[in-house]
């Protein structure tokens, strides 16, 4: 692609200005050792409540934890956290917001989107995700967890081509339905050069189901961690508490699934 942008050592000035901003966010992102993606093209299977779970396992290892809320235009992770309070997007670089010692960061800290909703098409969202990369300044950190928004398409072939991530924690559920988009979004990864970790079953009911198993096996990796379907999740989330910090057994699932990426 470079190539066809630049003959003979010209170079077209859109081209120019994307390649800018990409350098821009690789030193914003340069102080961080790992980022991990937390991925599936299905909605509602859990990557949230797995972000947010695997960002407190990490940090109650010891490491400096961020979270970034990677959901433009449905960003839920201040509600998961029971996050109010807003960046300050009158001086830049924005500052991430910390709770419980993990440095949180979502476009839902810029505005009070819920009453009016965000009804950008593609461009307007790839360009808010250029903007808040290169607007964000994390410091030094051990992990930057990134919560993806559903979709093959903008906004996750956005992050993964800006972002620099080390690789990706694939969501599933034991459906049949999840089990499908869970491949897309790893074949995604993929292709686009990414290293999968894993896949975590979410909402499983007794064993790792074939469904969850056969993503991993069509991915060329292993179930890292499965995660029952317990009503006290939501309840928890709804809250704005993070589940792990109230229940042991969650807590010990997302240390396991920690203990499977790379230190
Ligand atoms: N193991 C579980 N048991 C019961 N409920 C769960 C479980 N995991 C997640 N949930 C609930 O399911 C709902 C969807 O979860 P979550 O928001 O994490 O999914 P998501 O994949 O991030 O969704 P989206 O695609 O909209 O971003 C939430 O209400 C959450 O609390
Ligand atoms: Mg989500």
């Given at each position: 692609m470079e190539a066809e942008n630049s003959r003979e050592g010209q170079v077209h000035p859109s081209f120019a200005g994307v390649m800018r901003h990409r350098e821009v966010i690789r030193q914003k992102l340069s102080g961080i050792r790992h980022k991990v993606g937390i991925y599936s093209a299905k909605g509602g299977v859990g990557k949230t409540t797995v972000a947010v779970n695997l960002a407190y396992a990490l940090k109650a290892e010891g490491f400096r934890v961020g979270l970034l809320d990677a959901d433009?235009?449905?960003?839920?992770?201040?509600?998961?956290?029971?996050?109010s309070d807003k960046m300050d997007a009158s001086r830049l670089p924005l500052r991430p917001i910390e709770?419980?010692?993990?440095?949180?960061?979502?476009?839902?800290?810029?505005?009070?989107?819920?009453?009016?909703?965000?009804?950008?098409?593609?461009?307007?969202?790839?360009?808010?995700?250029?903007?808040?990369?290169?607007?964000?300044?994390?410091?030094?950190?051990?992990?930057?967890?990134?919560?993806?928004?559903?979709?093959?398409?903008?906004?996750?072939?956005?992050?993964?081509?800006?972002?620099?991530?080390?690789?990706?924690?694939?969501?599933t559920t034991p459906q049949k339905i999840a089990s499908i988009n869970s491949i897309r979004s790893g074949i995604m990864a993929k292709r686009l050069g990414m290293h999968i970790f894993g896949v975590v079953e979410n909402m499983s009911v007794g064993?790792?189901?074939?469904?969850?198993?056969?993503?991993?096996?069509?991915?060329?990796?292993?179930?890292?961690?499965?995660?029952?379907?317990?009503?006290?999740?939501?309840?928890?989330?709804?809250?704005?508490?993070?589940?792990?910090?109230?229940?042991?057994?969650?807590?010990?699932?997302?240390?396991?699934?920690?203990?499977?990426?790379?230190?």
């Open positions: 433009v235009d449905c960003p839920n992770l201040s509600l998961f956290l029971g996050i709770k419980d010692g993990i440095k949180v960061a979502s476009t839902a800290m810029l505005v009070d989107e819920t009453k009016n909703p965000i009804i950008w098409r593609g461009p307007l969202i790839v360009k808010m995700l250029y903007d808040f990369f290169c607007s964000t300044e994390w410091g030094e950190l051990d992990y930057l967890v990134i919560d993806l928004p559903p979709g093959t398409s903008d906004a996750p072939l956005t992050i993964m081509q800006v972002s620099g991530l080390d690789g990706f924690v694939i969501v064993e790792t189901s074939q469904n969850a198993k056969d993503v991993a096996g069509e991915l060329g990796t292993e179930v890292i961690g499965s995660l029952p379907f317990d009503r006290k999740l939501p309840e928890l989330s709804d809250s704005g508490i993070a589940p792990c910090k109230e229940l042991s057994d969650v807590a010990g699932i997302f240390r396991s699934i920690a203990g499977k990426l790379p230190r």
